[in-house]
Structures are given as C-alpha cells and as structure tokens.
C-alpha cells in the first residue's frame, strides 16, 4: 500500500465533522482554513522521536496519543483554545495494524480536545512523528512566560515526577503503574488554560523538568528568583512511597510532566485540582524549601535536547 492509500484509509474521516473553520481538509495539496474572527493565532510545533521522546516499545495507541498531547499541552499553557493540527508521520515501513493503532489514538484525544486534523504526510524512514498544532486566542489574553511578578503565588497543575518515574517503571517492565501509565499517555485538564487566561501571571508548561522551565518564566519576566516549598509538591502514591532522595529529583528535574505551572497574582483561591508551591521573589536564586525547614539553591538540571 502505497502512502495516498495509507492516509486515505487511517487519516481522512469523510463521515466525521471537518471542524471549525476548515474549509478543506486532508486530500489536496494543502488546507483551506478560516481563522475565528478578530481572534489571535498560536502555532506550536513539535517532533517525537521513537527510542529517544518515546519508548521504542511504546504501543502505537500510546504513541498517538502522546505526541498529540505534547502539542496540546503547549496550546493550553497559552491559554488558547484548539482548533487544528498538521501531522507527518515517518515509518520504518507500511505497518497497517501499527497506524490503525496510532490513528485510534491519535483521534480519540483529538475529539475529546475538539481539535481536527487538516493535512500532513506519510513517508518512509527512522520512526518520527511531528505535529503542527494550531488555536485560537483573543487578541492581549494570551498567556505567557513573561507575566511573573516578585510577590506572586507559584502553582501547578498536575503532578511532577510522574513523567521520570514513569520512564524509570517502563524501562524496569512495569506497565501497569500509574505513573507508567502517565509517561504513555500524558492526561491533564483539557480546561485549565482557559481558566487561567486573564487571571495567571505567567504560564508555562512542564515537558523539561520543574526547575528548568520555572527558569524560563523567571528569565523572561526579567530575572526573577522563586522559592519552592518542597512539601507541596503534589504526589501521586507512587511518588509519595519513594524516600525523598529519590522523589525530589525526579519531580524537579524529570521532565515528561505535562503539569502546567503558572504564578497567581492575588489572594483569591487556585483553580480546583491546582496547587499551590511556593513564590516568586525579587532576585535568583530559586531557593528549595525542605520539609524540616532548611533552605537551600537548587542545582540546574532538567531534560536537554543536544
């Protein structure tokens, strides 16, 4: 089967609504779209590659998934509503019953996040997927990184270290745990962001590890420092059973979280299932609160790409 016929029988749905806004989906040379009226735009982008973002063992069901919510969760830390997305897909070969995986787990989060498949591509090579994602934003509510303010509340949303300790429980052949089951398919509130947009400070989502991407909010909104209250830090009871030599680590530098983390700016209560853990101060560095009430700098790290 050629690649026409394979995104004909596993990418084009004629019997499923085309979304908002498409004026011609998968099958030309490129989409029609109609953007909202008076609305912002928010591309993100991003590429997964097996044996390196996902296991190479990885079922397609879950690869479908998870390389969606990758996407998802930038759009959401924007507080942008999802509307489209491209994808291009590249196989070792014409794996049918492995893309009717990969298709039924793509589409299954893409209905659930209203988001429609407008085009893409499938070609033959090293397993890789990559994802173009598109939404929608009225114009000066976007969140970003940049909004932080010393004197904020910092909360997440979601729980960090599932994503380290997921990997750790894969590659140990545990499958079943709940933080395996993250790591496979990264669930967060699909409402989040909307509920942040004109309330957050700054937004950013966790893929690279806690520290790292808190120091991205803290580098943008103009070199900003934070303390972290370690005894915060939502858990899920796999992380709790672990000594704290061994959870800190991993929900401050693990990466693979898909938590949103964003600064409050008032008193008023977080949003359900959020949680506050800590603040931001004047200056760096970012200070790590312990349980028994010591302090101490916390040490770089996180997810590197090169």
Known sequence: MDEFALIERYFRRPDHPPGDGVVLGPGDDAALLLPPAGDELVMTLDTSLGGHHFPD???????????????????????????????????????????AGFAQGLFDLADRAGIALVGGDVTRGPLSVSIQA?????????????????GQRLAIGGVPGQGGLGLRHWQAGE??????????????????????????????????????????????????????????????????????????????????????????????????????????????????????GRTEPARPGGWRHF
């Open 134 to 150: 598109t939404g929608a934003v009225t114009p000066g509510r976007a969140l970003r990184r940049s909004g932080a303010r010393a």
């Open 57 to 99: 063992d990885l079922p397609a069901a879950d690869v479908g998934h998870r390389c969606l919510a990758v996407n998802l969760s930038d759009l959401y830390a924007m507080g942008a509503r999802p509307l489209w997305f491209l994808l291009s897909v590249t196989l070792p070969q014409a794996d049918e019953a492995w893309l």
């Open 175 to 292: 499958r079943a745990s709940v933080s395996a089951r993250h790591l496979a398919r990264p669930a967060f509130p699909l409402d989040l962001g909307a509920a942040l947009v004109g309330r957050a400070g700054a937004a950013i989502d966790v893929s690279d590890g806690l520290l790292q991407d808190l120091g991205h909010i803290l580098k943008a909104s103009g070199g900003l420092g934070a303390e972290l209250d370690l005894a915060t830090l939502p858990v899920n009871e796999e992380l709790a059973a672990l000594d704290e030599a061994d959870r800190y680590p991993l929900q401050l530098t693990g990466g693979d979280d898909y938590c949103l983390l964003f600064t409050w700016p008032d008193a008023r209560p977080l949003p359900p299932g959020t949680s506050d853990i800590g603040m931001i101060t004047e200056k760096g560095p970012i200070l790590l609160r312990y349980p028994d």
